[in-house]
């Protein structure tokens, strides 16, 4: 609805992507003590997530005034700044291919699992990537 209403007004692409992401992200607060550190990681790290979190705190202040959410997120926030996360992935496809894997959908699919690990703080070089997906997946 907030994209309709957005395209009638005549705002730019990139502003209504903003807001849209707002309004379809604003109820995902509501359960980030229950978040995979994984999920959360990935949650906080969208372009926008300082106009979401404000917009988090407006909207309780506004109604229940129940911070207790967006204290948590910013005590979360304080912690991954202390560690914040290498730039390139870990490991890419030419790596699998290296260690006896077979170019094709399977490749995909142990990257994304190798940087969910990453984001989780499981994993975190290239070697400890490597020793995880010999462990876990075989060529």
Same mark, same amino acid.
């Given at each position: @609805? $907030?994209? +309709?209403?957005?395209?009638?007004?005549?705002?730019?692409?990139?502003?209504?992507?903003?807001?849209? %992401?707002?309004?379809?992200?604003?109820?995902?607060?509501?359960?980030?003590?229950? @978040?995979?550190?994984?999920?959360?990681?990935? &949650? @906080? $790290? #969208?372009?926008? &997530?300082? +106009?979401?979190?404000?917009?988090?705190?407006?909207?309780?202040?506004?109604?229940?005034?129940?911070?207790?959410? *967006?204290?948590?997120? @910013? +005590?979360?926030?304080?912690?991954?700044?202390?560690?914040?996360?290498?730039?390139?992935?870990?490991?890419?496809?030419?790596?699998?291919?290296?260690?006896?894997?077979?170019?094709?959908?399977?490749?995909?699919?142990?990257?994304?699992?190798? +940087?969910? #690990?990453?984001?989780?703080? %499981?994993?975190? $070089?290239?070697?400890?990537?490597?020793? *995880?997906? #010999? #462990?876990?997946?075989?060529?």
């Amino acid at each position: @609805m $907030s994209q +309709e209403i957005l395209k009638r007004l005549r705002f730019d692409r990139r502003t209504r992507e903003r807001i849209v %992401s707002a309004v379809e992200n604003h109820l995902r607060f509501f359960d980030v003590r229950h @978040m995979r550190t994984a999920t959360l990681r990935r &949650f @906080m $790290s #969208k372009d926008n &997530f300082e +106009e979401e979190l404000e917009l988090h705190r407006l909207d309780c202040l506004a109604g229940s005034g129940d911070l207790s959410n *967006w204290e948590f997120v @910013m +005590e979360k926030k304080q912690e991954l700044e202390r560690e914040p996360l290498p730039t390139p992935p870990l490991l890419r496809g030419r790596d699998l291919v290296r260690l006896g894997f077979r170019p094709g959908p399977r490749i995909g699919e142990i990257l994304r699992e190798v +940087e969910e #690990k990453r984001l989780e703080g %499981s994993v975190r $070089s290239e070697e400890e990537a490597e020793r *995880w997906v #010999k #462990k876990h997946f075989h060529p």
